[in-house]
């Protein structure tokens, strides 16, 4: 499964936003997703992808593509390293 479809699942699954709202370009604010939820969101992903992304490294204006490239960038940094 492709990173994007795994943190849509995530987002779907975990934090219950209705998959009919996600899209690559969507940000977590029209999300309405705060800063609280983002840190919780960037815990998730590191258990769920075994990455070590900072905590403050999305914030609301982010989009979901942009947190599949950090994703992929940390992992891309993890498995070269």
Same mark, same amino acid.
């Given at each position: 499964m492709k990173t994007y479809e795994r943190v849509t699942a995530l987002l779907v699954s975990q934090f219950e936003v209705d %998959?009919? =709202? $996600? =899209? %690559?370009?969507?940000?977590?604010e029209e999300l309405d997703m705060d800063?609280?939820? +983002? @840190?919780?969101? @960037?815990?998730t992903v590191n258990a769920e992808f075994g990455a070590n992304i900072e905590e403050d490294a999305a914030? %609301?204006?982010?989009? $979901?593509? =942009?947190? @599949?490239? +950090? $994703?992929?960038?940390? +992992?891309a940094t993890a498995t070269s390293s």
């Open positions: %998959p009919a =709202r $996600i =899209r %690559p370009e969507v940000t977590f800063s609280l939820f +983002l @840190v919780e969101f @960037v815990l914030g %609301p204006q982010d989009t $979901i593509a =942009r947190a @599949v490239e +950090l $994703i992929d960038e940390q +992992l």
